[in-house]
């Protein structure tokens, strides 16, 4: 058989059979093409080595309309002098779902603004394989580098917890950060979610985690 009829018959089992080994092999191709080339090719254009990202924890999600939401959060914000007109005005600041796809861009540190959503390396010395995505609530600026505060939409407080490995959102430097959000894409991530689950992967449920946490 010539090479232009083995060609012609992959082509019609991996576009026209039904059968279940064609799906499979469908998926294959599926996962190769975006791992192996949208991917690369977003983290080019957008700047960034994550250019996509699934949210498996529930920490930026809202339970109520905004006014109800605002009404049980709102009094920390307060404290830290950001009104609810100026959260109205932040990006997402209806916050994201668990199951939801962030597409997100490279910023510059200086150019990062309080009440933008930055994904994060949880720990500056020992990286982990769960960055963090968080809204920014504070942000210094020193002669040599500028430092952020962020905290989870739904979380009560900050995470300043050194019992795994110092996980601290009160003093991210800024080559920790890895992205700024940009689009949200919604469900989307479920697919992730429902793979890792197979595996019996452990997810963190409060800290925002992207990936599975480490046991």
């Known amino acids: 058989m010539d090479v232009k009829a083995q ?6 089992f991996i576009w026209h059979d039904d059968s279940i080994g064609s799906w499979i092999v469908n998926i294959i191709l599926a996962f190769i ?29 809202h339970d109520a309309r905004f006014n109800d939401w605002w009404t049980s959060k709102g ?26 796809i962030i597409i997100l861009r490279q910023k510059s540190p200086k150019n990062i603004k309080i009440g933008e959503i930055i994904v994060f390396i949880s720990h500056r010395d020992r990286p982990r394989a769960d960055p963090i995505i968080h809204r920014v609530v ?18 009560e407080r900050q995470i300043n917890d050194c019992s795994d490995n110092c996980l601290d959102e009160t003093d991210i430097f800024d080559s920790q950060i890895v992205g700024v959000s940009w689009i949200r ?3 989307l991530g479920w697919v992730k979610i429902a793979f890792a689950s197979i595996i019996s992967e452990p997810y963190c449920s409060i800290t925002g985690n992207l990936w599975p946490c480490r046991s």
């Open 75 to 100: 009094a920390w914000y307060e404290q830290r002098n950001i009104t609810k007109e100026q959260f109205l005005e932040f990006p997402m600041h209806n916050g994201f779902n668990k199951g939801d």
């Open 185 to 187: 894409i919604p469900y």
């Open 138 to 155: 504070e942000k210094i600026e020193t002669p040599n580098r500028i430092h952020f505060a962020t905290k989870g939409d739904a979380n």
């Open 33 to 61: 093409l975006i791992k192996f080339v949208i991917y690369p090719v977003l983290g080019l254009l957008l700047g960034t080595s994550f250019p996509l990202v699934a949210v498996v924890s529930p920490s930026m999600e």
């Open 7 to 12: 060609l012609q018959r992959a082509w019609r």
